[in-house]
């Protein structure tokens, strides 16, 4: 299917465990991100990449790793896992080119006990 | 930098009353702005853009004009339905960055 993709849509983990998130989008876009959604924050950019093999920090990256080896995948990946990382997140890209609009997945959430 | 305000929420309306969200947007250039909308349990999807000055965006009886002189995009819709509670987020760009710049979003409740 055609569109934006993460998986899972729910994760339960444990304290100090490492975790990914996937994000998977089929129209080869070159630039894609990576928000977290907390109650009284709205969305809050963590990574975005600019094309294969170009990330660069957000608003709050502290404890995330991101990779970017192939164009239609950009893995999220908490290293070691914090209660304060519970949260929803959310994947999304944008086609460049004068297509401004994002698409985003329907969401990862986390929550790590 | 850039930057997006929305009146906090939530908007709590009945059942075919206006709509109002008010968007104001600080800006170099002219960005495009945006409406996304966020059901329970999804993420955010497009409900309407405008790329310059005087446009109006609309779909599914939502509307939004580009105000350059009061640099606003607010929303309106005329009768609102109880399928429209969502999270509404307004946004710019996104710029040379390729980064959009979102607003904190506002919660639309709507009762029968």
């Known amino acids: 299917d055609a569109g934006i993709t993460q998986s899972p849509r729910y994760k339960i983990t444990e304290t100090g465990r490492q975790v990914t998130l996937m994000c998977h989008q089929t129209?080869?876009?070159?630039?894609m991100f990576w928000y977290r959604q907390d109650l009284g924050h709205g969305l809050r950019l963590i990574y975005y990449s600019a094309a294969a093999d170009i990330t660069d920090k957000g608003e709050v990256p502290d404890g995330y790793v991101v990779s970017r080896s192939k164009t239609e995948n950009f893995p999220l990946t908490l290293e070691s896992a914090t209660r304060s990382q519970t949260s929803v997140y959310f994947c999304?890209?944008?086609?460049?080119?004068?297509?401004?609009?994002?698409?985003f997945g329907q969401g990862t959430r986390l929550t790590v006990v | 930098g850039d930057s997006v305000t929305q009146m906090e929420g939530p908007v709590t309306l009945s059942e075919e009353a206006f709509l109002t969200i008010n968007c104001t947007y600080t800006a170099t250039g002219y960005p495009s702005l945006f409406w996304y909308v966020q059901y329970p349990g999804e993420g955010l999807q497009l409900l309407l853009k405008?790329?310059?000055?005087?446009d109006k965006g609309s779909n599914k009886g939502f509307e939004a004009t580009y105000r350059k002189e009061t640099t606003s995009f607010h929303l309106e819709k005329g009768s609102v339905q109880v399928s429209d509670s969502a999270v509404y987020f307004c946004?710019?760009?996104?710029?040379?960055?390729?980064?959009?710049?979102f607003g904190r979003g506002t919660s639309l409740i709507v009762h029968p």
């Open positions: 405008a790329t310059k000055a005087d």
């Open positions: 946004a710019l760009g996104p710029g040379g960055s390729y980064i959009p710049t």
């Open positions: 129209w080869s876009h070159s630039y």
């Open positions: 999304a890209s944008i086609g460049g080119g004068g297509i401004a609009e994002a698409f």
